[in-house]
């Protein structure tokens, strides 16, 4: 199922029932009263935070929803009943515009529930009509429609840390080892074409496709996802060991790139301090398992270390290396919050 960030629906609120024309049917009274009732209201559109990322492509096929009308009045002075309420679910981190009114909505947390929509007023029945004048009215109104409009939904991922680096850089892999999440590794680029998602001690981690130079002209694939990362509190930068191996880039100028594209992101979409580029960030050199001498591994993690101040060191072979990361990065996010 391909991930979906961005759909449009049409949604309506229910129209009110109408109101009816009635009359009291009492023994031994040839001729009752009006008792008409009023129409029910018709039921009202809310959308509602749910935590499922991927409840948009769902609606991809259906794309017009409807709160229920509300239920006609009734002899005997009885009101119809409301039309029952409608409830789009929506990932947390959906941004709800509606299109004709430009009125947003943005859903923050799991369970929040915005009213997008009032269901219409039912109609007068008969009754409502009486007067000392008029003890026989005949007059009764339908039923009010709902409001209804055109709504841009968009959704911009909730996460903690983000991952970002080339692709094949050991992002998902890395999501894997520390969280629950089950992400797809391939030794290829752009294994990884949706974002994903993984549950980090109550903190969330976002893995999402790799970048490469000119990402943020539209190259590859990673621009589309970067406003996917724009909610972290930080970013974890993941450059490879084998960025060292004959005919690479070299892993500071692969980690430069990165960094520029970050920036011209942010520039292009006048960002400056909420900024990718100014999110705190830390340095994971991965695979130190395909350089033989640890020697090297040391100078290049000094070299880092002029760059950033936290920089870490792993393999997916070795366990300890893994460990020591994630304790690091629980303590860096227990401070932040
Ligand atoms: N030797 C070694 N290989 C690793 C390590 N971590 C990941 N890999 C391998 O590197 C390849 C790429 O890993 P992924 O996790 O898919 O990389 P990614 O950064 O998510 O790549 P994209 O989704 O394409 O951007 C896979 O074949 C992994 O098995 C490691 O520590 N050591
Ligand atoms: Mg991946």
């Known amino acids: 199922m391909a991930f979906i960030d961005e759909i449009k629906i049409y949604a309506e609120a229910g129209r009110g029932g109408d109101g009816v024309v009635r009359w009291r049917q009492e023994k031994f009274i040839p001729k009752g009263g009006p008792a008409g009732g009023d129409g029910g209201r018709g039921g009202d559109f809310y959308v509602q935070a749910v935590r499922d990322i991927h409840i948009l492509s769902k609606y991809k096929a259906k794309k017009d929803f409807q709160a229920e009308r509300g239920e006609d009045g009734g002899k005997k002075s009885l009101h119809g009943k409301k039309g029952e309420d409608f409830i789009l679910e929506l990932p947390i981190g959906s941004i709800v515009t509606n299109l004709e009114t430009e009125e947003k909505w943005q859903l923050l947390e799991e369970g929040q529930k915005n009213l997008l929509l009032r269901g ?9 009509f009486k007067s000392s004048t008029n003890t026989t009215p005949k007059e009764w109104k339908p039923g009010v429609d709902g409001e209804h409009g055109n709504f841009l939904i968009e959704l911009e991922l909730f996460a903690d840390v983000g991952l970002v680096g080339l692709p094949n850089a050991g992002k998902s892999s890395l999501l894997n080892a520390l969280t629950n999440a089950e992400a797809r590794v391939g ?90 580029a100014e999110k705190e960030e830390i340095i994971v050199l991965t695979k130190t398992d395909v350089i033989e001498d640890p020697k090297m591994i040391e100078k290049k993690k000094k070299e880092f270390e002029k760059v950033s101040k936290k920089v870490f060191v792993i393999s997916l072979y070795d366990d300890k290396s893994v460990k020591t990361l994630r304790d690091e990065l629980v303590k860096i996010l227990k401070k932040k919050v």
């Open 120 to 128: 219409g007023y039912g109609g007068y029945g008969n009754e409502h």
């Open 187 to 276: 030794d290829y680029a752009f294994t990884t074409l949706d974002p994903n998602l993984g549950d980090f001690y109550g903190y969330t981690i976002a893995d999402i496709p790799g970048l490469i130079e000119g990402a943020n002209t539209g190259k590859g694939l990673g621009v589309k996802f970067l406003k996917h990362i724009r909610r972290t509190k930080m970013i974890a930068h993941l450059v490879s060991f084998e960025n060292l191996s004959k005919g690479s880039t070299g892993m500071i100028k692969t980690y430069k790139e990165i960094r520029k594209e970050l920036e011209k992101y942010d520039k292009n979409l006048g960002l400056g301090e909420e900024g990718l």
